[in-house]
């Protein structure tokens, strides 16, 4: 029989993040939450081990369902990557992240399919910090014309019997693929994807109104990182831009780096889409934690210096910004409060992907919150299905 560990986790203020819980405590039975309210609600029973901060504040663990590789490991380059995904798990632990997609670009037919085979085996190994739960495809199906910093050669048209290979070779973890709407035999995609279970995602894309709106029709209800790797906002000719952001039936992504997006672009889409309808995300590369250097998205080669990640060519190339500093600029630039910030994180992609017991503080969830230092936001600990997987003060 598994031994009863209960922890009780207590801060100045919860974020749940449907509401905020002043002087608010979790109460945690080994990978389950119990219980969660004010302090005063709770007992300090012996067998109870309790965990104090000051001048701190609780949150789900978050959850980054767009990214491609952290701390020396590439998704999209699995035996290539100098540190194996434990390293990207141990370093999104050590910023609060309990849950992540390790997300893919194109690359050539056998090789892409080679690599999601291979990562669909070391996602099955039993993880040290953050938990590698879904596959993130993104591409080859893309306009090449926005392609951003994928290889020109890796994107192709839209093949049924190829998207059905990747599908296989993830083995069941594929959860969300991007396509470009404009391409001939989108919508057969989506439906290809929708009986797989799969979310498809608009994006690196130029496609027009009509496209967009078949597209949405037949299913697709999710947007690949607004603004980026589209045509931009116009007054008269509409975009998958335009549509994404004022069609209700469309969840969308933003990088939340405070690089990709003008500040005020966040604020746009705030303001655009209700809450409820914004997942944040990192896009971070391998190089997330990692000292300035050459890196590599798949078979792409990147530049990392002072934190901006770019191509060779000087193409913008994914993020080095992961989570926890992230969501701040939901705030200062999209002007939302740390509840409904919060809610990008945690319980939207929760929701979006059917993570059903994550993303919230609530009892019977599964217990993965994190704890950050209330004027810094540095994180302090994290707790991944019950087991604290991270600690400052260890560090």
Known sequence: MKKRVRRLYIADYLIT?????ENGAVLCENERILAVGGLSGFSMESQVEAFEF?????????????????????????????????????????????????????????????????LAEVMANELPGADAVGINVEGPFI????????????????????ARELIEAGNGLVKVMTFAPELKHSTELVELLLE??????????????????????AGASYCTHLFNGMSPL???????????????????ELIIDGRHINPRMVDLACRCKSFSRLVGISD????????????????????????????LQGV????????????????????????????AVTSNPARVFNLQDRGTLMPNCRADLAI?????????????????VYRAEDK
């Open 234 to 252: 116009h007054q008269r000719e509409m975009g998958l831009s335009n549509i994404a952001l004022t069609d209700d039936r469309v969840t969308v």
């Open 284 to 311: 971070c590369t391998m190089a997330a934690g990692m000292p300035n250097g050459e890196y590599r998205i798949g078979p792409t080669q990147i530049l990392v210096k002072d934190g901006y990640s770019q191509t």
């Open 316 to 343: 913008m190339a994914g993020t080095t910004t992961m989570l926890d500093t992230g969501w701040h600029s939901l705030m200062s630039g999209g002007h939302l409060s740390d509840i409904q910030s919060a809610v």
């Open 196 to 217: 797989y279970g799969i979310k498809p995602s608009m994006g690196h894309s130029v496609a027009n109104e009509e496209q967009t709106l078949c597209a949405i029709d």
């Open 17 to 21: 993040p449907d509401r905020r819980i």
């Open 54 to 118: 000051k001048n701190a504040y609780v949150t789900p663990g978050f959850i980054d369902t767009h990214i491609h590789g952290a701390g020396g490991f590439d998704a999209s380059s699995v035996d290539l990557s100098p540190k194996p995904i434990e390293a990207m798990s141990r370093i999104l632990a050590e910023r609060g992240v309990t849950a992540f997609f390790p997300t893919v670009v194109a690359a050539p037919r056998d090789e892409m399919i080679a690599n999601l085979r291979k």
């Open 143 to 162: 306009n090449p014309f926005k392609r951003g910093a994928q290889l020109a050669e890796a994107i192709v048209p839209i093949d049924i019997g190829f």
């Open 372 to 388: 950050y230092e209330d004027k810094t936001n540095r994180p302090l600990l994290t707790v991944c299905n019950g087991e604290i």
